[in-house]
């Protein structure tokens, strides 16, 4: 539908839905029952149903920097991880990182840590908070960030940013992704047995 279109533009824009440009639209000239039917739907999902939209938005509206973030999702069982990881973050003047934290001990302890913080309460199917269980939530964490126009950078918190990133993306691919392989071989899911034997080489290698 043209409107709801342009109305979903308009919120993606602005990281906000604006009541004045819902009701803008809906009573434009030549609007049938239906599109208005269809916007009333649209707004009414915005400000009743997803209060952790509106959260992420005015959150963004400081954290982002040209509509990017640095993310990383994080839970209580971490916590001395996702320090250690923020301390990185500092050291590399990366200011536009959030941390997505699923539970509210640890929201709090980012927001100790001078982290913008977003608070995103998901379980994983089974209730485990492992690290693999937790891995499986952040697609649906991404969902948020995309769908109101905010370009991610998804990281592990067991990772040490030496530099900003976003000075050495070139931006030409709608979705990249990089493996924890440190060459050739590894990053395409071949592995190492170390020590090698004497005049072997490594699995997959030529």
């Known amino acids: 539908n043209t409107y709801a279109v342009k109305f979903a533009l308009t919120y993606i824009s ?8 819902a009701t803008g639209i809906t009573a434009m000239p030549g609007v049938s029952p239906r599109d208005r039917a269809v ?29 990017e973030v640095l993310a990383a999702v994080s839970n209580k069982n971490i916590h001395q991880m996702l320090g250690t990881f923020l301390v990185g973050l500092r050291r590399a003047n990366i200011s536009n990182a959030v941390v997505v934290a699923l539970d509210d001990q640890t929201a709090q302890f980012a927001r100790t840590k001078g982290a913008h913080t977003y608070v995103r309460k998901l379980v994983s199917r089974t209730g485990s908070t492992d690290n693999h269980a937790t891995s499986g939530l952040k697609f649906k964490i991404l969902v948020d960030f995309l769908s109101i126009g905010c370009s991610v950078l998804l990281s592990d918190v067991d990772v040490i940013w030496l530099q900003d990133p976003f000075r050495f993306l070139y931006r030409d691919s709608d979705v990249e ?6 060459d050739d071989d590894a990053a395409y899911g071949h592995t190492y047995e170390l020590p090698l034997p004497a005049g072997s080489t490594p699995s997959g290698a030529a």
């Open 14 to 21: 602005d990281f906000h839905p604006t009541s004045s440009t």
């Open 177 to 182: 992704g990089m493996s924890d392989g440190w």
């Open 39 to 67: 916007l009333h739907a649209f707004n009414q999902c915005i400000t009743e149903v997803d209060e952790n939209m509106r959260a992420l938005c005015n959150l963004l509206r400081t954290a982002a920097i040209d509509r």
